[in-house]
């Protein structure tokens, strides 16, 4: 049984506190769950192709990345390419010098 004033979020097994005022969305949860820059809930939602190839730290960064480049703030579109391009050279120099 939930204490009076808490709420059990559908889906994901955990129990929040409820304040006065304050509810969840739809809106609230899809910015969460699947969020418009990262292509919202499709089949090439970035973590999808992440974990499906398995691609670890670096390169799913990569991915991550290059796929969210000018639509989470098209004013970083160039940050988020060089971001990528930081984490796919860290990922050739690990493979280059055996620390991966």
Do not use: Q, S
């Given at each position: 049984m939930l204490p009076q004033?808490?709420?059990?979020?559908?889906?994901?097994?955990?129990?929040?506190?409820?304040?006065?005022g304050c509810k969840e969305t739809m809106e609230n949860k899809e910015s969460i769950n699947h969020p418009e820059h990262y292509?919202?809930?499709?089949?090439?939602?970035?973590?999808?192709?992440?974990?499906?190839?398995?691609?670890?730290?670096?390169?799913?960064?990569v991915i991550k990345y290059c796929l969210r480049a000018g639509k989470k703030d098209?004013?970083?579109t160039l940050e988020d390419l060089?971001?990528?391009?930081?984490?796919?050279?860290?990922?050739?120099n690990n493979l280059k010098n055996g620390t991966k």
């Open positions: 004033k808490a709420m059990r979020l559908p889906g994901l097994g955990i129990d929040v506190k409820y304040w006065k292509g919202g809930d499709n089949t090439y939602e970035p973590i999808k192709i992440i974990e499906h190839y398995n691609l670890g730290f670096h390169l799913g960064n098209t004013t970083k060089e971001k990528c391009r930081w984490y796919l050279d860290r990922e050739i």
